[in-house]
């Protein structure tokens, strides 16, 4: 069990460091080419928070634990939208531009309704649904890019430092290929240990999924979020966290259900997605009426988040789980 902790926590610095790492050498990258912000936010940006999504479930679903894939997926979709919004709208309130973030929620409703109405009928999200959420997918990263194309070319970014040089391309390469390899080797030992600890302590795989592995593989996004509201630009947060959602719904659980079918009983989609649903709800409304966000509505979505949490777990541990994990601790 010892080893098992220690292996997951070390999964979790892996990812954390990697899309770190990943978004800035992605960000340099697209700033040397010249390419808009608004590409960067909405398509770079988010794709190298999601990576950790992405190749957990992935990794999850290719060894046969499609809970688990199914869990990550709608469980960072939760966070995000819950706890990391919630932090950062408590932390610092933003004015919102309305026409930017309705095109995003739009694009987010319609992929949870197609995947709760799959889920729900059918019971099963199989390659045909995966390969439509993919073709969502691609529709909007073409959107994106279309739209934000007719804004003209930003000057390149100037060095931090008189007489500073940028950094030369093969660097940002390099950093890019590192963290993605620290990536890889942090979703395995996500996935692998955190079955063996959801063994240990008798919670189902599912359960794991949707906190601690959400958890740990939306740590990009919660960086991110903390930094810009420290730095005052909460409103690229904010749009991060949209479409990290959207990636999440359609690239992590489309890629996931291409691999390997991911059978869910309607007991289990309908209080998901009734959260997710309810947090989104949470976040995008008062936002498109009002123009700007609130700490009592950061305040509203943490509270829904720990709610959450609090059914979740109601019940899913069994009785003896303290006691299997009590001489670990106490050693």
Not at 74 to 99: D, M, Q, Y
Not at 114 to 142: H, K, P, Q
Request: proline share 5%.
């Amino acid at each position: 069990m010892i080893k098992s902790l220690i292996l997951f926590i070390t999964g979790l610095l892996l990812l954390y460091k990697g899309g770190d790492f990943f978004v800035d050498s992605a960000v340099e990258i697209a700033r040397r080419r010249r390419i808009p912000e608004m590409i960067i936010g909405a398509t770079i940006v988010s794709i190298g928070t999601t990576i950790p999504e992405v190749t957990v479930s992935a990794l999850a679903s290719g060894a046969g634990e499609a809970d688990i894939a199914y869990g990550n997926a709608i469980g960072s979709v939760i966070c995000n939208t819950a706890l990391i919004a919630g932090i950062l709208l408590c932390l610092s309130p933003t004015l919102v531009r309305r026409r930017a973030l309705a095109s995003g929620a739009l694009f987010l409703a319609l992929s949870c309704v197609v995947f709760f109405i799959f889920a729900y009928t059918f019971g099963v999200i199989n390659w045909s649904t995966g390969l439509f959420l993919l073709g969502v997918f691609l529709v909007y990263i073409l959107y994106s890019a279309h739209s934000a194309a007719k804004a003209p070319r930003e000057a390149p970014s100037p060095p931090q430092h008189a007489g500073a040089t940028a950094a030369p391309l093969w660097r940002s390469l390099a950093k890019l290929a590192v963290s993605a390899a620290a990536i890889f080797f942090g979703s395995n030992l996500l996935v692998n240990n955190g079955v063996l600890i959801a063994g240990a302590l008798g919670v189902p795989d599912q359960i794991i999924a949707l906190t601690f592995i959400a958890l740990g593989t939306s740590l990009p996004e919660l960086v991110t979020a903390i930094s810009a509201a420290l730095k005052r630009h909460s409103a690229i947060s904010l749009g991060n966290i949209i479409g990290a959602n959207f990636f999440n719904l359609t690239l992590v659980s489309g890629l996931s259900a291409v691999i390997s079918p991911t059978f869910m009983p309607s007991h289990q989609v309908i209080p998901d997605f009734l959260t997710a649903a309810l947090v989104m709800l949470l976040l995008t409304v008062p936002a498109l009426v009002f123009g700007k966000t609130s700490r009592l509505q950061g305040a509203a979505l943490l509270a829904a988040y720990a709610l959450y949490i609090m059914f979740l777990f109601s019940g899913a541990l069994r009785p003896d789980a303290v006691t299997t994990f009590a001489p670990y601790i106490i050693s």
